[in-house]
């Protein structure tokens, strides 16, 4: 059993290795040198190991591509596997790959991508080619969605371990939009979200929030947790109402911010979420010039500093939404990135972090499993 | 792209068809609506096909046709 956590960065992909403790980690070289990897994945479905990237030059524009044999070699497609159709109403072109999501179980051949121009793909043939999911791509909001500072990103794809058909997006900006017919149709679910960045009296918006990312609990395939653009929050019926569980309205929460990007839950314990608290949507760097991991175990009720192990003085740090990841074991380990090439990670829930490698290039997204 | 060679030979009438005709190249050159990417020039003998007809600038035996990537990023 080999523990992997692989990095997208500004500069190439790397794979850090270690055993199943995950106490010491090696560092590959770099896979794919050069190229920005805005997104990264893991499947370990069907028998595979297969590694995605998606991304690419700032010259010859992004795709995805894939290694079966641990980063050895990548697929190189004569032709871009995610494209808009010549003539597709609008002229849109894939300008980056924000997401790279392998469905469930129950559909080991399909992948999803999320891309800019917020838009969704599927592939049906293990994520070698990728069709446009239409029904999310002529939604009537889209000339109304706008792009954040990142660009117009479909970040966050979420497939219902019950039930494949049942999709979550989150976009900034846009909002979180979910289909129960496998993407046919989309409504907004965004009620209980301000969008703070709005006039007052304007901000209780059906769409238009700016969602940096959601997690699904693990106990409860209804429950899911988001970090907006301020703001916490859970939703315990899939989405169709939000609480604010974190800042803001909340007194005494336990976050010194409730900005910031990634929001993790625990690949196994029900209630139980991370998020990493930056000072402000204009200092975005760790709160208070020191690095924590906030948690809460009880679905948002409390929240408690992580920071045994993480830097304390004079860390100014930023980790971007798809940056922070757990490996689905037992305790979690959980890793994240920053944008000064730094890897942190826990192979205990959280309780303590150690540094794994350092002076990387920006590190823009991380995932991690166990594989044989 | 084009097998790792730096020069290759390729068939066609314009610059369009030029592109379209070499293995990998055309993904990384065109967008998906088939227009210039934005950090990549094409040259015809030396002149930017922008100063020509674009991608429809006629191509014949001989000419040379340059892909060159703008030198940006960070």
Redesign the interface.
């Known amino acids: 059993m080999t523990t992997v956590v692989a990095l997208g960065t500004?500069k190439g992909v790397f794979l850090l290795t270690s055993d199943k403790a995950r106490n010491k980690f090696e560092v590959s070289p770099p896979h794919l040198p050069g190229e920005a990897l805005y997104s990264v994945a893991i499947d370990t479905r069907g028998g595979r190991n297969r590694f995605f990237a998606g991304g690419g030059?700032?010259?010859?524009?992004p795709?995805i591509r894939y290694s079966d044999d641990l980063g050895a070699t990548w697929s190189?497609?004569?032709?871009?596997s995610v494209?808009?159709?010549?003539?597709?109403d609008g002229?849109?072109?894939?300008a980056q790959i924000w997401q790279i999501q392998p469905s469930t179980e129950a559909e080991p051949e399909v992948v999803y991508a999320g891309v800019e121009p917020s838009a969704l793909f599927r592939s049906e043939d293990g994520g070698l080619t990728y069709s446009l999911v239409e029904g999310l791509w002529n939604h009537p909001h889209r000339p109304q969605w706008t792009p954040g500072g990142g660009g117009m990103c479909l970040h966050t794809v979420l497939v219902d371990p019950r039930d494949p058909n049942r999709l979550d997006v989150a976009m900034s900006t846009g909002g979180h939009y979910r289909s129960d017919d496998r993407g046919s149709t989309w409504n907004a679910r965004n009620k209980g979200i301000k969008a703070v960045f709005l006039p007052e009296g304007q901000q209780d918006v059906e769409f238009g929030q700016c969602v940096h990312r959601i997690a699904r609990d693990a106990s409860d395939a209804d429950t899911f947790f988001l970090q907006h653009h301020w703001g916490i929050y859970r939703s315990d019926d899939s989405g169709d109402t939000w609480v604010n569980i974190g800042g803001g309205e909340v007194a005494d929460s336990g976050v010194p911010s409730d900005f910031g990007f990634p929001v993790v839950t625990h690949p196994t314990q029900g209630g139980t979420a991370y998020v990493i608290p930056l000072n402000s949507d204009m200092f975005r760097a760790t709160a208070e010039a020191k690095c924590r991991v906030y948690r809460t175990s009880d679905s948002g009720k409390s929240w408690e500093a992580l920071s045994t192990g993480l830097p304390q003085d004079n860390a100014h740090l930023t980790i971007l939404r798809d940056a922070f990841c757990h490996d689905g074991q037992s305790p979690a380990g959980l890793y994240f990135g920053t944008r000064t090439g730094q890897v942190f990670g826990s192979n205990n829930d959280g309780e303590s972090w150690s540094l794994l490698a350092e002076n990387l290039p920006p590190v823009l997204s991380v995932r991690a499993a166990a594989i044989d | 792209m084009a097998g790792g060679k730096a020069v290759v030979e390729a068939e066609g009438t314009t610059v369009r068809a030029v592109v379209g005709g070499i293995?990998?190249v055309?993904?990384?050159?065109l967008?998906?609506?088939?227009?210039v990417?934005v950090?990549?020039n094409l040259f015809v003998n030396g002149a930017h096909i922008r100063e020509l007809d674009g991608l429809d600038t006629a191509v014949d035996d001989g000419d040379e046709v340059v892909i060159l990537?703008?030198v940006?990023?960070?």
């Open positions: 500004a030059s700032w010259h010859w524009g795709q190189e497609p004569v032709e871009r494209a808009f159709a010549e003539g597709t002229g849109p072109s894939v | 293995e990998g055309r993904q990384r050159v967008d998906d609506q088939g227009r990417r950090h990549v990537p703008a940006s990023g960070g």
